[in-house]
């Protein structure tokens, strides 16, 4: 036991979080992440609304804006969908071992880098269609308005895809990446 414990105190901790401080990481983490997905569930669910009640109490819509009605709706059901799928595994995660959690972040980095690939793409397609759609039927008739808006349009489309996802997509992957070596590190040091 005695060399178990010198073994112990002799190991390098450098700039590894305590056990406190780990346990804390990862209740945060977990609030964070839960927080974050039922936030993106109830915006979905709050623009299905707004969508469906703008389409039952305006009279005269477009086939243009119907259909970008529709392409919202399905961008809102993509949203709620995979966080609504992927929120049972946060709220799983309650006491897990330090090998446990480590896997519980790889595979939430294998998800958030198929999240980033494909299904943030659709969702912002969708979107983005919908949004130009459902736009037409308010400004076809003022080239000033069609020039104005399709202008911030595709400016906020082209922020959105190239500067601020990217951004979002390093910034949040650093911090797990970061989460998960430090977790490595302790990992190494116990086996």
Not at 31 to 42: D, H, P, Q, T, W
Not at 169 to 182: G, H, I, R, T
Request: proline content about 2%.
């Amino acid at each position: 036991m005695n060399e178990l414990k010198a073994i112990w105190q002799t190991a390098k901790t450098d700039g590894l979080p305590t056990a406190t401080e780990m346990a804390a990481m990862a209740k945060k983490f977990r609030y964070e992440k839960l927080r974050n997905k039922v936030l993106s569930i109830a915006v979905g669910v709050i623009a299905i609304v707004i969508m469906l009640v703008f389409f039952f109490r305006t009279p005269t819509l477009e086939k243009s804006t119907i259909v970008g009605i529709a392409f919202t709706l399905i961008a809102c059901i993509i949203l709620i969908y995979t966080n609504a799928r992927s929120i049972k595994r946060f709220v799983n995660l309650k006491d897990y071992s330090n090998r446990e959690f480590v896997l519980f972040l790889e595979q939430t980095r294998r998800n958030q880098l198929f999240y980033y690939k494909y299904t943030q793409v659709f969702g912002l397609v969708f979107s983005f269609i919908g949004l130009f759609l459902f736009m037409y039927q308010f400004v076809n008739h003022q080239p000033i308005l069609i020039l104005l808006f399709y202008t911030v349009a595709v400016a906020w489309t082209m922020f959105m895809s190239l500067y601020l996802r990217p951004r979002n997509f390093k910034k949040q992957s650093a911090k797990l990446n970061n989460m998960l070596s430090s977790l490595k590190k302790i990992n190494d040091q116990l086996q």
